[in-house]
C-alpha cells in the first residue's frame, strides 16, 4: 500500500500510473480532482499543509486499509525570482507545501507504520540545492530544509523498521518548470555531469531502490540526479 503526494499531474500522475501498472494498492492526493480513473487508485482532495485534512485522511487510511508500506512526498510547488522581487505570501504557500507538507506527511505515515516495524519514506529534494540556484532562494531553501528533515527522521525512526530517503531530481518537462526561461534552464542542464532533462524512469529507478524490502539498510541518503 503506497501514498503519494501531488498525484494530480507531472511526476505524481505517473508515479501513480506506474505503481497501479505494478500492482500497487495506491493512495494519492492533490488540492483538486484528478482526471482519470484506475482500480487500484484512491484519491483524496486536500492541501498538504492543512494538518486538520492530512489527520483525516489518515484516519480514513488507518480504517479502510489498516497498514501503510510507502510514502512518496511528491507534492510541491516553486516561484523563481530573485530574492527582491518574492512575497511573504509566496515564501509561506512554498513553505507550507514543500516543508509542512512533507513533515505533516511523514509524521502520520509513521505513526501507522511504526505497528507493523516496517515503512519507506521518500521526500523530494532538488538539485537546486546544492547547486545553489539564483532566483530559487526560497524554494531551494525549503528543499533544503527536506534534506535536513530526511536525515534527522531516518535517525529517530530507525529503531521501529522505517527508512528515510529523498531523490533530487534534475529538471524534469513538467509544469513545474514552464514558467522558467529556456535559457536558465539550459545554463542548469550544462551543470550537470550527464547534459540532459531528466526523464520518468530516472525517477522511479531511484524510489524503486529506495523502497524495496532488500534496502532496508539504506536511510538518511539523498540521491541527486544528473551529476552535479
Not at 501503510?68 to 516553486?78: E, H, K, Q, R, T
Not at 501507522?112 to 524554494?139: D, H, W
Not at 518537462?173 to 531528466?198: F, H, M, W
Amino acid at each position: 500500500i503506497i501514498l503519494i503526494t501531488g498525484t494530480r499531474k507531472g511526476i505524481g500522475q505517473h508515479l501513480v500510473k506506474y505503481y497501479c501498472s505494478n500492482n500497487f494498492q495506491v493512495i494519492g492526493c492533490s488540492r483538486n480532482e484528478v482526471d482519470y480513473q484506475i482500480d487500484n487508485y484512491r484519491h483524496f482532495c486536500l492541501d498538504v499543509g492543512d494538518e486538520k485534512e492530512v489527520k483525516k485522511m489518515f484516519r480514513q487510511i488507518r480504517k479502510s486499509y489498516g497498514k501503510l508500506d510507502i510514502l512518496i512526498n511528491n507534492a510541491g510547488i516553486a516561484s523563481m525570482n530573485h530574492v527582491l522581487l518574492t512575497t511573504m505570501d509566496t515564501a509561506k504557500k512554498i513553505f507550507s507545501t514543500n516543508v509542512f507538507g512533507t513533515f505533516l506527511f511523514c509524521r502520520e505515515a509513521a505513526k501507522i507504520m511504526k505497528g507493523y516495524k516496517y515503512g519507506r519514506i521518500v521526500n523530494f529534494s532538488t538539485v537546486a540545492v546544492p547547486l545553489k540556484l539564483e532566483g530559487e532562494a526560497i524554494y531551494a531553501s525549503s528543499k533544503a530544509a527536506v534534506v535536513s528533515l530526511t536525515e534527522i527522521l531516518s535517525r529517530e525512526l530507525a529503531n521501529i523498521g522505517i527508512t528515510v530517503n529523498a531523490i533530487g531530481p534534475t529538471p524534469l518537462k513538467t509544469d513545474l518548470i514552464k514558467s522558467v526561461p529556456i535559457k536558465k534552464i539550459e545554463s542548469l542542464i550544462n551543470r550537470q555531469a550527464i547534459s540532459r532533462y531528466g526523464n520518468y524512469k530516472d525517477v522511479t529507478n531511484v524510489i524503486d531502490f529506495f523502497i524495496n524490502p532488500d534496502s532496508s539498510f539504506i536511510t538518511g541518503q539523498v540521491i541527486y540526479l544528473g551529476g552535479i
